[in-house]
């Protein structure tokens, strides 16, 4: 079986595929367990949901599908002082308005939740546990690994992949410039840390002795072989999911992904107050031009977040936060299962067009 | 015969490995030769050579090798319009009394020197004519091909491929976001087009019939194989080929690469006008600091050619282009013909370790 890798070994997962952790609602239940039924492990983004909630999602996975699948967290982040929030609501009031929302209040300073979702996340059914953001506390990891689940980090650099490794992970997430969404990031400055995938792979293997999961820009099998030529034992895929029907995206997001091109995405600050790559539109063109105009994370997040509530409900793209990878001219729409599939037999048929005769 | 490819076939050069032009001397003739003696492609950077010296460049390869080899001319770009250099040149000035040098002139409009250089190009001995930063006359597409030249555009994005094809190119080199020099960008937004080589080249391949050629953030034959998987009937490879013995650059350039890290570039306007990925440095960060320092290509390369020329010297790398991709921790010394000869070995035994028994 050409695709085995220790990533598929030490999980027991039949293909190296990971449906990237996407939280805010676009990875559900039944995409998880699909991709973990076809053979690939299914994960989930648990970084906005309450401990109750974490249990919730885990029994639904757990009922739909007894093979392994992952669950993600947010590693803690430093908690902002307090800041003035007023240009920040001035900016984004017209956008309120104009679904029909009040204005936006000042977010309070939020309290780290990651405590209370770790103890719900170490008993949701999770095999795999994974973070971004930073490293999560010795004792976590400890924790993790004395409960069976393997535990994996989000690296952008090669030095955050040595630092994780130090920590204790299992294995390391090598986010390539490409990937939709936030970026990992936690080292050095934000902007020096865009590292395309196929730079980023192999210098991430050559520095760590653990395996590394290549994520950003790959979306079919053409991408999955590379990852693994490049060095990586399986791959993170996001974007290439959120069109599958399973996924819990609102249609005009869906439709974003579709008619999007490879240029059409760039990184943003405006939805979050942390850099994260998605389709340009006009909430995120026109926050951007304005001064103090984004609060920190995560108050930025707490501030537009009832925006893209009512923007979900009234299937108005350009007020989303559209997050998706540079390899956008690839998705389709498509079974989650169907996907999986289809990417392996193409990574298997590529490796057979090359191998001698 | 594993990476047999398109390119390859049409070409009769044994490996799919192209030694990207880098004008600016760091290629030379030797360098060249080495590469296409090898197996693969040498190509050199002739748009900063006169005729006469494109002329006596193609001997010297011709002299020490019978293979094919390519060269490269940047396409007409337009000519600015006059401009007010004194910011330019007061935020140069500095670097230019450091290195001993009097302040640096408004430097004058420039004539295109394309057309002479096409005719000296077209006599020079080279196979393969490639070129970058847009798209060449029809008319010179037409007397390259029924002189049996091979000619290939550089593309940043998928539009701009489909435009070099309906031009009438033979192939397409993708460059990816990771490349090191100048970005060959030339229709949309250069903010836009920094798309990664994983990204880029499936969706350039799905787009065009033409062989690709995948350039940006390849180092090894890990690398080679993923672009070929990826679909790229070659990979074009430069900051690999700068620490070679035979390479141009001068010794703290080559130890500036041998001691970078993958997040140490960047791209820049700083020394010629033009987007270009290099290792960040003294110049660089404070040139981009200064309102109005930086001219519209080509003048601010005018601007700053002596200051260049001086910094080769002194061998001051502070002061230099230091030109280099993301992958630049995967540099080693190594002689030309053995870089090739180890990539290509690499590569075939990835895709044996992937080949199914």
Known sequence: MALTTEFTQRLGVTHPVIQAPMAGGSDTPALVAAVSEAGGLGCYGAAYLTPAQIAEFGSAVSAATSKPFGINLFAPTPIPGPVDASAAIEAATPFFSELGLDPPHA??????????????????????????????????IRELKSRGLFVM?????????????????????????????????????FDANVIGTVALVPQVVDAVSIPVVASGGIMDGRGVAAALVLGASAVQMG???????????????????LGAREDGTRITRAFSGRPARGIVNRFM?????????????????????????????????????LWAGQGVRMARREAAADLVKRIVAEAELVFEKFSAE
């Open 107 to 140: 977010p309070p300073i939020p309290a780290s939740a990651f405590d209370d979702q770790l103890k719900a996340a170490l008993q949701c059914g999770a095999r795999v546990f994974s973070f971004t953001f930073g490293m999560v506390p010795e004792a976590a």
């Open 153 to 189: 980090g989000t690296a952008t650099t090669v030095e955050e992949a040595r630092a994780l490794e130090r920590g204790g992970v299992d294995a390391v997430a090598a986010q390539g410039s490409e990937a939709g969404g936030h970026r990992g990031s936690f080292r050095g400055d």
């Open 239 to 257: 974007t290439a999911f959120l069109t599958c029907p399973e996924s819990g995206v609102v249609e005009s997001y869906r439709e974003a992904i």
């Open 285 to 321: 063109t026109e926050i951007e031009k304005r001064d103090g105009a984004i609060l920190p994370f995560p108050l930025q997040n707490a501030l537009t977040r009832p925006m893209r509530t009512a923007a979900v409900k009234q299937n108005r793209s350009e007020f989303l936060s």
